[in-house]
């Protein structure tokens, strides 16, 4: 069993600061990329950054220079440092781990989404 958890959204106005965490525990043997995502009210869910298990990473173009990915890998954790929020960042975001869980193949897990809310 693997379990993903986040937290840290929620309402802030535009030009603001939020932090999301997103943790996965359970029966794990690798991770081999963690990520987020996000998806507003009638579009569909886009990536936001990815970060790999060499450190690579990747972000949407709407984000670059405004948001950051890391990950903490003794913790399976990854965060999102969100700066110089703009109302079109609200969405509802979720992590994403592609990991190799004990006794079964690679796959995707989500966590549960949390709602980020950028005032203009």
């Known amino acids: 069993q693997v379990q993903v958890v986040e937290s840290g959204g929620g309402l802030v106005q535009a030009g603001g600061s939020l932090r999301l965490s997103c943790t996965a525990s359970g029966s794990i043997v690798s991770i081999r990329a963690m990520g987020w995502y996000r998806q507003a009210p009638g579009k569909q869910r886009e990536l936001v950054a990815q970060?790999?298990?060499?450190?690579?990473?990747n972000y949407a173009d709407s984000v670059k220079g405004r948001f950051t990915i890391s990950r903490d890998n003794a913790k399976n954790t990854v965060y999102l440092q969100m700066n110089s929020l703009k109302p079109e960042d609200t969405a509802v975001y979720y992590c994403?781990?592609?990991?190799?869980?004990?006794?079964?193949?690679?796959?995707?897990?989500w966590g549960q989404g949390t709602q980020v809310t950028v005032s203009s």
């Open positions: 994403n781990y592609n990991l190799q869980p004990t006794f079964a193949y690679w796959r995707d897990y």
């Open positions: 970060i790999t298990s060499g450190g690579s990473t």
